[in-house]
């Protein structure tokens, strides 16, 4: 299905290089290299950047996703986008730049939400055991311990800097992502819950006989 452009409104300007974009871009599965290279630091923010974002944004669309970074289709910045609009009742905290954003209803949305060279800045210490999935690992899910709420400081796409923090879907949403940007999967024995790394570890050996990588 293709039908995203109609509701997303594309900025005009980038329109022809989304659409060049999209025609090159895949969400690279595992074993591909590309997942595991820490991304590079963005320093040039323009037009190329805004159309990379709208271009992964319709990608995630395209997979029924709500989070997508730049090591997931091949690139190696430090790029992220997230829309959690749709399951926006799991939200029991939700501040951007300060502003609590379950008090406005949604009146003025955050989302789509693209997040250029972010990094957590502070996490709580308590631990949330939830199931996790992955466009890059179709078919395989398990459960994490992350923090239960995080801060993250990040640019826009225009470059302009943000701090945004939540926890529930988006909370960890944010934690997914910038673990991508990090070279991080949720499979990763530093991530998965213990009692779920048996499982995980055959489920990635069925799935890599299935979806081969080529080199």
């Known amino acids: ?83 959690t609009l749709n399951q926006w009742s799991s939200q029991t905290l939700a ?9 406005t209803e949604m009146d003025i949305t955050p989302f789509p939400l693209f997040l ?27 459960r994490t311990k992350r923090p239960q709420w995080v801060a993250v400081s990040y640019q826009d796409q225009h470059g302009f800097f943000h701090e945004i923090r939540a926890d529930g879907l988006l909370g960890q949403c944010l934690q997914h992502e910038i673990d991508h940007n990090n070279g991080v999967l949720f499979t990763d024995e530093s991530r998965v819950h213990p009692g779920d790394l048996p499982t995980v570890q055959i489920a990635l050996e069925k799935f890599s006989h299935q979806h081969p990588v080529n080199c």
């Open 95 to 103: 501040e951007l730049d300060g502003k609590n954003l379950l008090c």
């Open 1 to 83: 299905m293709c039908n995203k452009e109609k509701l997303r409104v594309w900025p005009a300007v980038v329109r022809k290089e989304i659409l060049h974009l999209l025609k090159r871009l895949t969400v690279k599965t595992y074993g591909d290299f590309s997942l595991r290279i820490p991304g590079e630091i963005v320093k040039i923010f323009g037009e190329i950047l805004e159309a990379t974002c709208w271009a992964m944004l319709e990608i995630m669309d395209r997979a029924n996703g709500v989070g997508l970074a730049a090591q997931q289709i091949g690139l190696r910045e430090r790029i992220c986008v997230i829309d």
């Open 116 to 142: 250029i060279n972010a990094k957590v800045i502070d996490r709580s210490k308590e631990l949330l055991e939830q199931g996790e999935g992955c466009l890059s690992i179709p078919g395989v899910y398990a």
